[in-house]
């Protein structure tokens, strides 16, 4: 892409050069400039060629842009600030959650021994034990995200090939 840049502004230099060479008879005439409000004193500049009134005009214009650019320049500082900050934050947020997976992953969980362990079924969750501590650490497994998943894939087939029933109809 910069090389395609590259010879677009070749090109438009080169058109430039060549307008003022083909008529620099025009650009290096002299011209004077007058203003006249007439309730205030005739003002007249000194007679310059004309490709010195280009050169102003076209100052004048990159000024005027970059002035006009200013403000958008600072919005848009201001929110890259604001989403560096954000960014950064969730950044922190994913490092500690994937520290307490890996938490939670490496710690083993403790297998109830003795008379008062009873292997729970996932149908027979709501089974309590006398001691409360093993009550506590026997919980039941939480569904899976992939049964989840599957289940969702299953009702939007079953929905798509209803709705394709009642277009048919």
Same mark, same amino acid.
């Given at each position: 892409? $910069?090389?395609?840049?590259?010879? &677009?502004?070749?090109? &438009?230099?080169?058109?430039?050069?060549?307008?003022?060479?083909?008529?620099?008879?025009?650009?290096?005439?002299?011209?004077?400039?007058?203003?006249?409000?007439?309730? &205030?004193?005739?003002?007249?500049?000194?007679?310059?060629?004309?490709?010195?009134?280009?050169?102003?005009?076209?100052? &004048?214009?990159?000024?005027?842009?970059?002035?006009?650019?200013?403000?958008?320049?600072?919005?848009?500082?201001?929110?890259?600030?604001?989403?560096?900050?954000?960014?950064?934050?969730?950044?922190?947020?994913?490092?500690?959650?994937?520290?307490?997976?890996?938490?939670?992953?490496?710690?083993? %969980?403790?297998? %109830?021994?003795?008379?008062?362990?009873?292997?729970?079924?996932?149908?027979? $969750?709501?089974?309590?034990?006398?001691? %409360?501590?093993?009550?506590?650490?026997?919980?039941?497994?939480?569904? $899976?995200?992939? $049964?989840?998943?599957?289940?969702?894939?299953?009702?939007?087939?079953?929905?798509?090939?209803?709705?394709?029933?009642?277009?048919?109809?």
């Amino acid at each position: 892409m $910069s090389k395609i840049k590259i010879v &677009i502004w070749v090109v &438009i230099i080169g058109l430039i050069v060549t307008l003022f060479l083909q008529n620099d008879t025009l650009f290096l005439s002299k011209q004077a400039l007058s203003f006249d409000l007439y309730f &205030i004193k005739k003002l007249q500049t000194p007679e310059l060629p004309v490709a010195a009134y280009f050169l102003a005009a076209l100052i &004048i214009g990159l000024v005027v842009a970059y002035i006009f650019g200013l403000s958008d320049r600072f919005k848009a500082r201001r929110i890259i600030k604001t989403l560096t900050t954000n960014l950064d934050s969730q950044r922190q947020e994913i490092v500690t959650l994937k520290k307490e997976i890996e938490e939670f992953k490496n710690a083993a %969980p403790a297998t %109830p021994t003795g008379a008062a362990s009873v292997a729970l079924a996932p149908e027979a $969750s709501a089974v309590t034990h006398a001691d %409360p501590e093993i009550a506590a650490k026997v919980e039941p497994s939480p569904p $899976s995200i992939e $049964s989840d998943a599957e289940e969702k894939n299953k009702d939007e087939t079953e929905k798509n090939e209803s709705n394709k029933e009642e277009v048919k109809h």
